[in-house]
């Protein structure tokens, strides 16, 4: 989706260290959502926003956190990497209800 | 629709045939359903949406049937294209009170046959 951009788009990293990845959207949407991508899974919901400053957690948050300072970007922190969060990570948007989000082409992280 | 272990579901179809992808889902609460399709190295895309209170809805040479009772999704794909070969998987909503509550499928892979 043009309208969602996330970065990087590829990172390699060491188990330890702090990782931040970055979803900016130009679609003005109110919500928007963090999802891990993992083989034998189905997209699982890690944190969301439903608004500046407001987030809440998903079905896998532990060792993740996440903020949202204006309505473009929304940030995904891992305070201190493990191999077990090496995975493809996806930002979407979204407006409430019966309305479809819509993705960004996803951050591909390794932790060593 | 669903895979088991880390292997999706496959389905090889000939350019031109008509695909059905099939889908379980897990929560009779749901009121909201989306197919979704993801190309190799690219974000989800969405293909069809159908809320709960209709049971067939149909876009450009896509055609999405919901059956409630035994909480099945199908999307037919009419006229196979090359270009329609990529992962396939559907989407659940359940209400949540500050947004929406996704649930993703796994998916099941399309191969178009030229």
């Known amino acids: 989706d043009a309208g969602i951009t996330q970065s990087p788009r590829h990172k390699v990293t060491e188990t330890g260290t702090p990782v931040t990845l970055r979803c900016h959207q130009t679609?003005?949407?109110?919500?928007m959502y963090w999802y891990r991508q993992d083989p034998g899974h189905g997209l699982r919901l890690i944190h969301y926003s439903y608004g500046v400053k407001d987030t809440d957690k998903g079905e896998v948050s532990d060792g993740y956190s996440v903020s949202r300072s204006k309505t473009e970007d929304f940030l995904l922190t891992l305070e201190s990497a493990t191999s077990s969060q090496t995975s493809v990570y996806f930002c979407a948007t979204g407006g409430r209800g019966n309305q479809p989000q819509h993705f960004g082409d996803g951050t591909r992280l390794s932790i060593l | 629709g669903e895979s088991v272990g880390l292997h999706l579901p496959t389905l090889s179809v000939q350019e031109g045939d008509n695909s059905i992808i099939n889908c379980a889902y897990s929560n009779s609460a749901s009121d909201y359903f989306i197919w979704y399709k993801q190309e190799s190295g690219k974000g989800p895309q969405f293909i069809i949406d159908i809320r709960s209170n209709m049971d067939k809805r149909q876009g450009q040479r896509v055609t999405v049937l919901l059956n409630k009772t035994v909480k099945h999704l199908s999307l037919q794909i009419a006229a196979t294209q090359p270009g329609d070969s990529a992962v396939y998987f559907c989407a659940e909503n359940m209400p949540r009170g500050t947004g929406n509550q996704f649930y993703f499928g796994t998916g099941t892979s399309l191969t178009v046959i030229p």
């Open positions: 679609e003005n949407h109110r919500y």
